[in-house]
Structures are given as structure tokens and as C-alpha cells.
């Protein structure tokens, strides 16, 4: 089996390589091309990292995420380690709708697992060695990010890896990978000085309780103290022998604590530079350090994927936590030293009870690797960034997202909060500072349901918007809304499902069994009756208002509409012009809409006499991917070739709005239940939603990592579900 030359670390034990992947931008005349450089095998002693590191070198992606129609690879493959030798010969790879994501790091680990996926079944027993671009056959645009005009941006920050807020709120410290430290004037957005001496990396920045000091780790093995208000370096500590990963003050200003890459906690006297004392126990890196409230304890996180607490003055470890199965990248205490937070590359953030060392809760909601958290100062909330390119602010109490913030256009390294609690800080590889006002910024509030599910392919609200239910290879479960917890799983068949949808009443559901339909009744979870569709596999399957009766398109051309009482065949219409890729009853259940793949126009039969209505064709050039019909049955929704989306009038074929702002080809779209908005998934891996009142766009979702399967309003309009492979995602795309 091929061996991905990028692949999530488990456990520390298992070896990962290094990799330099040199991505070059080349602007040309409206298509940018990304060169996609050799990887080389190298080591990295100095990471800290258990035996190697992945680490990615990248030059010129910075400030947009790209969205590439095509990749062209060509591959060498080995039939043992990469070399030479050992190389076997090459393949070429396409990999289309490729999403450069707010983080180019989670792109490049996109592309290799799609690499391995495809070449898994391909090549058995062979190892991926180089990996080369074919600039010509490549084509990607440049994608600008959503702007929030509630955000102070603050440009020229450089590759931010720490920020750090002064106690009065009026300034900013942020530490970057340009080796320089930059102070900021919150309210101004600018730059008040810049502060230059360490010969490496800032990785880490804090004020002391005073405002009047600011304290850097580098990696250039340094601990540096700073005058903010002149300027001038007060003092060097030298004594990590690897990168110092993270520093803080002590809560009387009198004492720092590092953490390092040559596994040690260190603490230090400000005055002096004399080291007080040192904790050894961690057995890889230290990530992340930070003093309890009371100054008495140090909470530390490690790529040994360890949370421990020590005793300031003894030196003792007091707890090890245990629970995150990946790096450990920032902890921190609650203001009342009652609770530490911990966020994790396995994704999530855990809260503990500081005292005993019991998980509390899991939080779980980003895409992507985890890299700051913080609580706010009242300890009701916790504010988490990550390499999905998002900001997350949570409820501690129930665990809730209460909102996203999506607005930079790399990967976030740090946040924090403002000593009052009214805004919050963020600094991102996109070389920027941004500020966010916490009350009225627009976030939107998302919510995950924990699923145990493998490629989930459909799912759909029940009418009353309290459930959910999801198909997925041979498993229906149902969901509750607001706990994200599963309620049942229905008795399941052997093959896959691979659409499922609510009676209207809600006390059934029909689903489609690949050749059959399924009807069950939601109370017991009970089979309630099989509707055979012969050899070959069903597409779409809807219920009529009423619940009466239940129509479906299938794969030999075909509509059928059954009897839901009997399971009797009432009705069946045989294409000649291709597939029926959309289908809709009309509201009084008396017809069936569909539009055929050959044609660019809708079709209306009436059930009763099984005639066509002829309804206007729309005048229309481009080819039609996807297509909707509204509740109302007024509307006509159609996604063309050209990345846009046009909406018709049903009866007249006169054209109403055309829709435009995916950068890719649109894959999905639907109606609100009220008509009134639109929601599109996009090749790239986001929803937007429109208002049909004026054609505006009203919110676009965070990436979501995955190709999109389906998406579904909530019944008041004012959510929407959405499913890729592994997850359904609920967001409330109103925000606040």
C-alpha cells in the first residue's frame, strides 16, 4: 500500500517526514499558476517534534486563498523508500476543483491526501516519491476573501506568530516569522514602533501586568525583554539549548516562564535574567506555558501530546491530562484558576477542571488544526483560531459556537482578548493584525453533529426543525438539533444510502436504498414498505405536500410516482432527453416538475391526465449543471457552466435575476421553504446564500474541507444543514 508522504500523526511514535514544498505564484493575465515544487526527505533535529517534523517552506501565497479548476501532476513512484534507485516510474494525476484553503498548509495536505486516495487503488505497494506541476495544463484564480466592516485590519504585520494586548487595551505586541517585534495602536490601526534583535523567528510575545515591558521567545534559542515605551532591549536570557516556543509574565510582573523545544519549563527572574528554576518531564517540545492567576502553578502543552500542572515551588508536576490524541499548541488558565483550556492539531479544545485534572468538555467545530486559545476574562467564553483560516468564539457553559469569524486569508496563529472583553485580536500568515468588535462583528453560528457516520451523502430537516436525518453507506440516524445528539438508528439494509428526506408530517421517511425506496415509520424505526425500482439506481426522491404520495427519478430515465398508502405505481414518464436531474411537486400535488440533463429548460406534466404543460423555456446559451424548483412553484433556479446562476420566471421562462460570486462551477442549489432565498454549494467547498428580493449576496460559509453532497434550509429558513463525507454541518448563516 502506498505510504502518503504527508499523513495525520496518531500516536508520537509514528514517523512523519519532512516536507519542503516550494509554491511559487506566477500572475499572468487573469489565471495565476501555482508551481508546485519537489519534495525532499530531510531531517529536522532541532524541531523538538517526536523523531521528525512536518514543516512546509512556502513563498509568494500569501493575503488570497486560490481556487485551481485543474492540478496536473506527474507523480514518480518507488517500489521501496524514494530514491533512485528504488523509482519505479511516473503517472500523471488530474485533480480537479481543488480549493487553496484560507490556509495554503491545509492546501497542500488537501492535495497529498487526494494524491494517496487516487493512487492507493492504483499503484498497491508503491511509495509517492517527487511530485511535479504541469504549469500549462494548471489553472487556478485568485479568490478574495469576505470583509466584515465591523474589522480593523492592520496591515504590514508580517507571518504573525504571537500577539499579545496591553493591559489598558490600547496597544497591541505581535511577534513574526520577519524577526521583528511591531507595537500597534488599536484604535488607529497603526504602527507605533518596531522592535529588531533576535536573529530568528518571534514565536511568541506578552506584556507584562504593567504594560510597561513586553517579553519575545524566538528561535533563535532567546528569551528577550523589551522598554515598550523607548523601545530598547532591557535584557537577553539565554539557557534553552532549542526554540523558545512561548513565554509569559508571572501576574506580579516579577518572573517569566518558557516553554522550549528541548522539552523543558523554564522560569526566570525579570530583573536579574537568572533562571529560578527548570521542569524536565515532558517528552517531546513544549508548546504552550502559562502561569496560574495566583502565580503558584504552570499549565504547559507539548507535542508529546500532554496538558501538565506544576507546583512553582517545588518544582513538581501535579497533573498530567490526558486526552488529545495530536500536539498540544496553546494552554491557558480561566481568570479564576478554576479551569484550563487546551487546543490540539487533532481539532478540537478541551476544557479541564485545574484542580482535579477531569475533562470537563470537548469542544469540536474547526476543519483544521487548532493553534491559540484563550478564555475571556469572566471565563464564560473561549476564543479559539486555527489553520481552517477561522476564529471561533465559544459558550463554556453548553459548549456551543456561538460564532465564526471569517475574514483573514491564511491560517490564524494567535488570538486573545481584550482586557475588557469588547473585542477581539487575531494575527494570521496573511500578514495582518485584525480587531474585531465582539458584539457586532458578523459571525456566523455553526454547530457540528458528533457523527460516527463515513461518507454522508444526504440529509434533511424533519418539518418542526427539531431533527435531522442523515444517510450514510448503510445507516439512517436521526439527530436532535439542539444537542447534536443522536436520537436513534433506523434498522438499516446492506447497501448504501444515498438520499433521504421527511414525510411532511414528519412521522415518516423515505430513502433511497440504491435499486429500492424505503419508507419508514420514525416512531418505531420500522421498515414500512419497499418500492422496487429494478436494475438500476434511483437519483432523487420527494414527497408531494400532502405526503400522499412519493416521486422518484432513476438512473434508466425514468420518473415514477407512487401510492404511500398502497406502494401502487400511479404514474410514470420515460425520457428520451436524458436523465431527470431535479424534481418538485407542485404545491397542490396535482403536477410534477423536472428538468431533463439534455435540455435547458424545466418540463411540467400534470398527474391526473399525465399530459405535459408546456411552461416558458428560458433563452439560454450556457449549459445547465444543477437546478431547483421554488416551493411556490413560481421559480425556476438553474446553475450554468459559467459559474453563475440564473433564476426564471416558471410560467413565462422570463428571466429574473442572475446570480453571481463562486469562482467554480456551482454543484448544488435550493429554495428557502418561504421562496425568498437561495442557497449555492460551490466547487470550492463554500454556501452562499442569496436574497431573491434584490439578488444580494447575504453571507458565504468558511470552507468546509470537503466536496459539499447536500444542502438543506432548517423549516423557518433560517438555517441551513449542509453534508460532505464525513460530517453535516448546521449553520445559522444570519448570524447576530
Not at 476543483?97 to 488537501?110: G, K, R
Not at 534583535?197 to 524566538?218: E, R, Y
Not at 465559544?394 to 472583553?421: E, P, Q, R
Not at 421527511?502 to 414498505?529: C, H, Q, V, Y
Amino acid at each position: 500500500m502506498i505510504k502518503p508522504m504527508i499523513k495525520p500523526m496518531i500516536k508520537p511514535m509514528i514517523k512523519t517526514v519532512v516536507i519542503s514544498l516550494l509554491l511559487v505564484t506566477k500572475v499572468l493575465a487573469n489565471s495565476p499558476l501555482i508551481t508546485l515544487g519537489r519534495t525532499n526527505v530531510t531531517n529536522n533535529p532541532d524541531s523538538g517534534l517526536p523523531n521528525q517534523r512536518v514543516a512546509i517552506s512556502l513563498n509568494n501565497l500569501r493575503n488570497y486563498p486560490v481556487i485551481c479548476s485543474m492540478v496536473a501532476l506527474t507523480i514518480d513512484y518507488h517500489s521501496g523508500e524514494p530514491s533512485p534507485e528504488n523509482k519505479v516510474g511516473q503517472i500523471p494525476l488530474f485533480l480537479q476543483n481543488i480549493a487553496i484553503l484560507e490556509s495554503p498548509y491545509s492546501y497542500i495536505l488537501t492535495v497529498y491526501k487526494k494524491i494517496y486516495d487516487v493512487l492507493n487503488a492504483t499503484l498497491p505497494n508503491y511509495q509517492i516519491g517527487n511530485v511535479y506541476l504541469d504549469q500549462q495544463k494548471t489553472k487556478c484564480q485568485k479568490k478574495s476573501p469576505d470583509y466584515d466592516s465591523n474589522i480593523t485590519t492592520i496591515a504590514g504585520a508580517g507571518h504573525v506568530y504571537s500577539i499579545s494586548i496591553s493591559p489598558d487595551g490600547r496597544t497591541i505586541a505581535s511577534g513574526a516569522a520577519e524577526k521583528f517585534i511591531k507595537i500597534w495602536d488599536i484604535v488607529k490601526g497603526v504602527e507605533i514602533k518596531t522592535l529588531t534583535g533576535h536573529s530568528g523567528l518571534v514565536l511568541a510575545v506578552n506584556f507584562s501586568p504593567d504594560g510597561k515591558k513586553i517579553v519575545s521567545g524566538s528561535s533563535d534559542n532567546t528569551i528577550r525583554i523589551w522598554e515598550v515605551e523607548s523601545g530598547k532591549e532591557i535584557r537577553t536570557i539565554s539557557g534553552h539549548s532549542s526554540w523558545v516556543n512561548s513565554v509569559k509574565f508571572s501576574p506580579d510582573g516579577r518572573k517569566v516562564v518558557s516553554g522550549s523545544s528541548d522539552k523543558t519549563v523554564k522560569i526566570w527572574e525579570v530583573d536579574s535574567g537568572e533562571e529560578v528554576s527548570s521542569f524536565a518531564g515532558h517528552e517531546y517540545g513544549v508548546s504552550s506555558v502559562s502561569f496560574s492567576p495566583d502565580g503558584r502553578k504552570i499549565v504547559s502543552g507539548s507535542y508529546d501530546n500532554t496538558v501538565r500542572i506544576w507546583d512553582v515551588d517545588n518544582g513538581r508536576e501535579i497533573k498530567k491530562l490526558q486526552d488529545h490524541y495530536w500536539f498540544i499548541t496553546s494552554v491557558n488558565f480561566s481568570a479564576d484558576g478554576k479551569s484550563i483550556v487546551s487546543g490540539s492539531w487533532d481539532k478540537t479544545i478541551k476544557i479541564w477542571n485545574a484542580e482535579s485534572g477531569e475533562l470537563i468538555k470537548t469542544l469540536a467545530d474547526h476543519t483544521w488544526f487548532v493553534d491559540s486559545v484563550a478564555f475571556s476574562a469572566d471565563g464564560s467564553k473561549i476564543l479559539s483560531s486555527s489553520s481552517d483560516g477561522t476564529i471561533k468564539l465559544w459558550d463554556v457553559s453548553n459548549g456551543d459556537v456561538i460564532k465564526t469569524l471569517t475574514a483573514h486569508a491564511d491560517y490564524v496563529h494567535s488570538v486573545g482578548f481584550s482586557t475588557d472583553g469588547n473585542k477581539i485580536i487575531s494575527g494570521s500568515f496573511d500578514d495582518t493584525i485584525k480587531v474585531w468588535d465582539t458584539e457586532s462583528s458578523n459571525g456566523t453560528k455553526t454547530s457540528t453533529l458528533a457523527l460516527d457516520d463515513y461518507q454522508i451523502t444526504s440529509c434533511s430537516y424533519s418539518p418542526d426543525g427539531n431533527k435531522i436525518a442523515s444517510a450514510a453507506n448503510g445507516n439512517i440516524n436521526i439527530w436532535d438539533v439542539a444537542t447534536g445528539s443522536k436520537i436513534k438508528t433506523l434498522n438499516t439494509h446492506a447497501w448504501k444510502f444515498t438520499s433521504v428526506v421527511f414525510s411532511p408530517a414528519g412521522d415518516k421517511i423515505a430513502s433511497i436504498d440504491r435499486t429500492d425506496i424505503r419508507i419508514w415509520d420514525l416512531a418505531s424505526g420500522n421498515e414500512i414498505m419497499v418500492l422496487p425500482g429494478g436494475p438500476r439506481e434511483f437519483i432523487l426522491i420527494v414527497f408531494s405536500p400532502d405526503g400522499s404520495k412519493i416521486s422518484a427519478t432513476h438512473w434508466n430515465d425514468t420518473i415514477n410516482v407512487w401510492d404511500v398508502a398502497t406502494g401502487k405505481e400511479i404514474w410514470t414518464f420515460q425520457s428520451n432527453k436524458g436523465r431527470p436531474f431535479s424534481l418538485a411537486f407542485s404545491p397542490d400535488g396535482s403536477k410534477i416538475l423536472s428538468r431533463l440533463s439534455e435540455e435547458n429548460f424545466p418540463r411540467t406534466w400534470e398527474l391526473a391526465s399525465g399530459k405535459e404543460i408546456i411552461v416558458g423555456r428560458p433563452n439560454n446559451d450556457n449549459s445547465i449543471i444543477e437546478t431547483s424548483f421554488s416551493p411556490d412553484s413560481s421559480k425556476f433556479a438553474g446553475a450554468l457552466d459559467d459559474h453563475t446562476i440564473k433564476l426564471w420566471d416558471l410560467m413565462s421562462g422570463d428571466e429574473l435575476l442572475t446570480l453571481a460570486g463562486c469562482l467554480s462551477n456551482v454543484t448544488l442549489v435550493a429554495f428557502s421553504p418561504d421562496s425568498s432565498k437561495l442557497a449555492s454549494a460551490c466547487a470550492d467547498q463554500t454556501i452562499k446564500v442569496w436574497d431573491l428580493s434584490n439578488g444580494k449576496l447575504i453571507r458565504t460559509s468558511a470552507i468546509h474541507l470537503d466536496n459539499i453532497k447536500s444542502i438543506s434550509f432548517s423549516p423557518d429558513s433560517s438555517k441551513i444543514a449542509s453534508t460532505t463525507g464525513n460530517g453535516i454541518k448546521i449553520w445559522d448563516y444570519l448570524g447576530f
